[in-house]
């Protein structure tokens, strides 16, 4: 089995993933509209959880779901999945 703990390896890893759904893209866009104007979040911040929940929308599409659909277990699972390709 290959090296998947590589920035190169997870790069590819990640370019292999399904395209970002475009009712996924809405929830994220609403997600961070609402933070930002509750919070008032930096730029880097925003664009931080845009990166973030961007993978876990496109991974989630891969094991049959969008954002919408995720439990705890799939979260949890996303979670086990990045860890085993060693994001941190």
């Known amino acids: 089995?290959?090296?998947?703990?590589?920035?190169?390896?997870?790069?590819q890893?990640?370019?292999?993933?399904p395209e970002l759904?475009?009712?996924d893209a809405t929830l994220i866009r609403h997600f961070l509209d609402a933070i930002w104007a509750e919070q008032g979040?930096?730029?880097?911040s925003l664009d931080s959880y845009r990166r973030d929940l961007e993978?876990?929308?496109?991974w989630r599409d891969g094991?049959?779901?969008?954002l919408a659909g995720i439990d705890r277990a799939g979260l949890?699972?996303?979670?086990?999945?990045?860890a085993k390709h060693g994001w941190s």
């Open 1 to 11: 089995m290959p090296d998947t703990t590589t920035p190169a390896a997870r790069r």
């Open 13 to 17: 890893l990640v370019q292999h993933l």
């Open 21 to 23: 759904r475009a009712d």
């Open 41 to 44: 979040l930096a730029r880097a």
């Open 55 to 58: 993978g876990l929308a496109r």
């Open 63 to 66: 094991a049959g779901g969008g």
């Open 76 to 82: 949890f699972d996303y979670l086990a999945w990045r």
